[in-house]
């Protein structure tokens, strides 16, 4: 039997929309509501509880402090004598009303307006299951996400010059309630040198992001998350030892994922001087790592080829090769990251169809042992200086972005390009996107996967990746060349996988330039011509020739 409840704004406060929102959630809850509407005088409300006999009253008011006090005070009389004990009473109003309704014992819940709509829902599903008090959520991701649905969980991450900044900061962000997951940033120090301090550039304490030192340091940051809605942690892999360090990780914080790379913090980048072939062997035994003691994985990997102006077909790619390389390993949750506006002249169109072609390829690796958890995100090269700008960014590409479907939406402040976030930023930012995304379920893109030129570039876009795997199995005669080290090594090695933005201080090649075309990221030649991977890949070869003096 569904759980009753009335829903009443009282005495002489006639706001109802609020309150009458409020009723249209619990309805497709699944409970039986009775909507007595505004204006309602208590000996009618409880009139109205003694005929119906619900389960939860929602009460509304409005007007005054003084006056929701004093209607309060005397419901809490009646509620005594009617022998309403069981029934649980839950009041809405503004910040004002909130305060006196937070005075009295009887009222399990008060909502000022402040909260989001997931909010309200998760409260109401509790009730059903009969929990009135507030209860820890999931502290484990798949879990999390499964008890948010139909809202995406929400990330962001904060790293601040001191230790003490940081852990103030994590508080506030976990009182607030509006994150699900907040990211370490580590200073790069750290991430580099944590198992090497002697080793660490003096004076450079706190660049980019907080300066831990010790696993002191990683659960006192743990400890900051321990209240409001209990938000999982995790932290960044760090550029090298992430073997070591990712033990540290789960140990220290319950690591909500790792996010390990598979070809970078390498000589591909120069953001470590590990050689390729030893890099990725390192990285794939991290993640082999994780995999075993249960902690997801993102593979933290396609986005940085698109951060070097990749084309879209080696982005798209890269995505495959990392998700079969992750399911190879042993992962059972992959976390994929879709990094939007990535390069940031993208049309949204075409970076939808570009990101669809990832899904529906790394789609077909998924079975009952091997799931990919969606994340997306804003791209980090799109973000103007100007924040008023870039609240627009983040509030547009979150918009479109809803149409992935996300399990994650990892929000990255509007401050990124100027400032390192402060929780003030990063709680702005949480609010823009939310909304954003609430506007964006009401309908608007459902029809994109109809429109002729979605579907030609994502049809395109999958067949001429397949082509590129194919020429890529080819390297080397092995069972799976798709997950063996030395052919992703020699596939970038020898131009296969390639970008510009590497060309020059790489090992790997930066043979051609990208370009946008129609909203879209193609090769081109020196001429211009727009160059499709059969033609690309004989070009590579070509030239390989040529450096070994065989033509």
Known sequence: ?????????????????????????????????EYMGSAVPLKELVGGIIEYEPHVVALSYRLSEEGAFYLLKELEGIIKEQGFEDIVFIFGGTVETAKAARKFDYISRVFDGSEEQSESIIYLRNIEKGIVEEVMP??????????????????????????????????????????????????????????????????????????????????MMYEATRRGNYPMMRCYSGTRDMYPFSKILKETLNN????????????????????????????MESIAYNAEMGVPVEMNESHQWALRYCSDVIEVAISY?????????????????????????????????????????MGELEDEHFKIIRMVRTGLLAYPADMDKAKGLIASTMFYGSFL????VHVVSYSEAVK????KEILESVRIVNKSMEIAERGLLENLHEDPKFKDR?????????????????????????VDPEVIYLAIKEGLLDAPGLKGFSVAQGNFRTEIHEGYHV?????????????????????????????
């Open 405 to 408: 479907k996300p399990d994650i």
């Open 138 to 219: 999931p502290q484990s991701l798949r879990e999390r996400i499964e008890w948010k649905k139909p809202f995406p969980i929400i990330r962001h991450h904060i790293g601040l010059e001191t230790i003490e900044a940081t852990y103030e900061d994590i508080k506030v962000l976990a009182e607030s309630k509006l994150l699900d997951v907040i990211s370490l940033a580590p200073d790069q120090n750290c991430q580099e040198f944590y198992f090497h301090q002697e080793e660490m550039p003096k004076g450079e304490d706190g660049a980019g992001g907080v300066p831990i030192r010790n696993e002191e340091h990683l659960r």
């Open 256 to 283: 909500a994922w790792a996010a390990i790379p598979l070809t970078w913090y390498s000589q591909l980048d120069r953001r470590s001087d590990r050689e390729l072939l030893s890099a990725i062997k390192e990285n």
């Open 1 to 33: 039997m569904n759980k009753k409840m009335i829903v009443a704004s009282i005495g002489n406060c006639v706001h109802a929309a609020g309150i009458y929102n409020f009723s249209v959630l619990a309805r497709k809850e699944g409970y039986d509501v």
């Open 420 to 423: 390192r976030a402060t929780s």
């Open 523 to 551: 090769t081109m030649d020196e001429d211009g011509t727009i160059l499709d991977e059969e033609t690309r890949i004989e070009r590579v070869r070509e030239l390989n020739r040529k450096k070994q003096g065989t033509l």
């Open 321 to 361: 090769i990392t998700a079969k390389v992750a399911k190879h390993l042993g992962v059972k949750d992959m976390v994929m990251q879709y990094m939007l506006a990535n390069p940031p002249s993208i049309s949204p169109m075409m970076d939808l169809a570009k990101m669809q072609a990832k899904i529906d390829l």
């Open 458 to 482: 994502l049809e395109y876009l999958k067949s001429e990746v397949r082509y590129l795997l194919r020429e890529i199995s080819k390297i080397k005669d092995v069972e799976d060349p798709l």
